[in-house]
Nanobody, 126 residues
Framework: VQLQASGGGLVQPGGSLRLSCVASRFTLGSYAIGWFRQAPGKEREAVSRISSAGIITYYQNSVKGRFTISRDNGKNTAYLQMVNLKPEDTAVYYC????????????????????WGQGTLVTVSS
């Protein structure tokens, strides 16, 4: 089981990026996908989650209206579209997969995710 996150980079405030999370050696469509991030000196935090069929999504309050999570199970890939980026979005972003169901009260718990990608760095700076 392997997840590969990509798409990070340096972007100015107000800019956009799209992160991708490609799965190999397993069928992504059987898993919910979460995106997490860890800023320098801070704890890892959940950003968003999408159910295995792409029907149910959750977002951290600070990214609602700016980030959109999606997936293409035919391509074994999940995405995180980020617009209107802010300096406080600077972090290493990780994708993670889990076969467990979740709700609004626990989707953000990192310990419920079984497989993790290596992370991609997003830097928002002028």
């Amino acid at each position: 089981v392997q997840l590969q996150a990509s798409g990070g980079g340096l972007v100015q405030p107000g800019g956009s990026l799209r992160l991708s999370c490609v799965a190999s050696r397993f069928t992504l469509g059987s898993y919910a996908i979460g995106w997490f991030r860890q800023a320098p000196g801070k704890e890892r935090e959940a950003v968003s989650r999408i159910s295995s069929a792409g029907i149910i999504t959750y977002y951290q309050n600070s990214v609602k209206g700016r980030f959109t999570i999606s997936r293409d199970n035919g391509k074994n890939t999940a995405y995180l579209q980020m617009v209107n980026l802010k300096p406080e979005d600077t972090a290493v972003y990780y994708c993670a997969a889990t076969a467990r169901s979740s709700g609004s009260n626990n989707w953000y718990r990192a310990e419920l995710y079984d497989y993790w990608g290596q992370g991609t760095l997003v830097t928002v700076s002028s």
